[in-house]
């Protein structure tokens, strides 16, 4: 569970801390911020018990994944704790020096009861808003920049993958806003790209290989309408937001998609090569979405088995080693209860996401940005 003890002296992170361990995630996060660090504004590092440290091999830090940051008080002078958006407004630049430092930063303590803070919340930071196109799930705008994470039935997990990774664009930052934490499980496990990109090369080598040559498509059959009852099961007509054939044929081309139009009027899609190993930042990362299309991609138009192939020879994954590599990503991930209030904001470059199994309730709002 969450310590919550925050440090209100250390209002810089160039300010020592002496009674810290020096193991502990956040001696390691203030450890790597020194020089050049974002100054927080009204708010401290916190500490996550479930957080893990990793090492950034580009700089050889210590990092904590994720960081957490909190208020630094929990009652101002109105006697309630500070609105989120109000941190947004002063913060920008520290969230831009940590998000590409941490993969992730978790937010907690906050004011943020409805989607209506959340949304001001979003505006106030300011990044450009990256529509859903070319997006798998079924998803609700219920305010501005807010809609529902993905509405796929409670019992299913879903597994781990970057957003929109398979679509022409894709965000750059994923952020999930908690309104009401589920009774029992509804985590959202991280986990860090680059470190699964180091085990798949160390450990998988041949994998590895075939990866990078070849790159992967992606290949799934969709709905004309969107069906609420798949994890896939967003329609073509919203997927890529037209009304006609002609107009879906358009995107696709652009996209250098391959189709088919099935009788019962579904669409079977096969997505040009992508790569499934790129660079960010110097670090080079698993970015795509091989796990989810390989262990998720399923309903009654899809097998996931069948929804992912190498790029050049369009040959299936090696079923044994993929579910060995996807039980090393499953260890090195970060899963934390939800509370209400918090905003987990992923640098979706350098991060995948999942989610767990749950019962309801559980209300978990998302916001992409380019
Ligand atoms: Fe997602």
Redesign the pocket.
């Known amino acids: 569970m969450f310590a919550s003890f925050l440090f209100a002296l250390l209002l810089s992170s160039s300010q020592a801390a002496p009674f810290l361990p020096t193991s502990s995630p956040l001696a390691s996060t203030l450890s790597s911020l020194r020089g050049g660090a974002p100054l927080l504004q009204d708010s401290a590092f916190a500490e996550l018990d479930e957080a893990r440290d990793f090492l950034d091999e580009c700089d050889g830090s210590c990092r904590a994944f994720p960081v957490t940051v909190s208020p630094l008080s929990p009652t101002g002078p109105t006697d309630r704790p500070m609105d989120a958006s109000e941190w947004a407004g002063k913060n920008r630049e520290a969230l831009d020096k940590l998000l590409p430092q941490h993969g992730a930063v978790l937010l907690r303590g906050f004011r943020v009861p409805s989607e209506r803070e959340f949304s001001e919340f979003v505006k106030a930071l300011g990044y450009e808003e990256q529509p859903y196109l070319g997006?798998n799930?079924v998803r609700r705008v219920v305010a501005d920049r807010v809609f529902t994470?993905?509405e796929s039935p409670p019992s299913e997990r879903?597994p781990f993958?970057?957003?929109?990774a398979q679509a022409p664009e894709f965000p750059s930052k994923?952020m999930f806003y908690c309104k009401e934490p589920s009774s029992e499980g509804g985590e959202t496990p991280i986990v860090l790209s680059f470190e699964v990109c180091k085990v798949l090369r160390e450990q998988f080598g041949e994998l590895y290989e075939r990866f990078k040559a070849e790159g992967v498509r992606y290949i799934r059959t969709m709905p004309e309408d969107d069906d609420a009852e798949s994890a896939l099961g967003r329609g073509w007509k919203s997927t890529y937001m037209v009304e006609t054939r002609e107009a879906c044929e358009e995107e696709m081309r652009t996209a250098g998609t391959e189709w088919e139009w099935l009788e019962n009027g579904d669409l079977k899609t096969t997505s040009k090569v992508l790569s499934a190993i790129r660079d960010v930042d110097g670090k080079e990362v698993f970015f795509n979405q091989v796990i989810?299309a390989f262990t998720g991609w399923n309903d009654k138009r899809n097998v996931s088995t069948k929804a992912i192939v190498f790029g050049e020879s369009r040959e299936t994954l090696p079923a044994a080693e993929m579910k060995k590599l996807i039980k090393k990503t499953d260890q090195l991930s970060v899963a934390f209860e939800w509370e209400q209030g918090d905003i987990l904001v992923i640098d979706n470059r350098l991060a995948m996401?999942?989610?767990k199994p749950f019962v309801k309730p559980r209300v978990v709002l998302?916001s992409l940005a380019r």
């Open positions: 997006g799930a994470s993905n879903i993958h970057h957003e929109m994923v989810a996401h999942s989610r998302a």
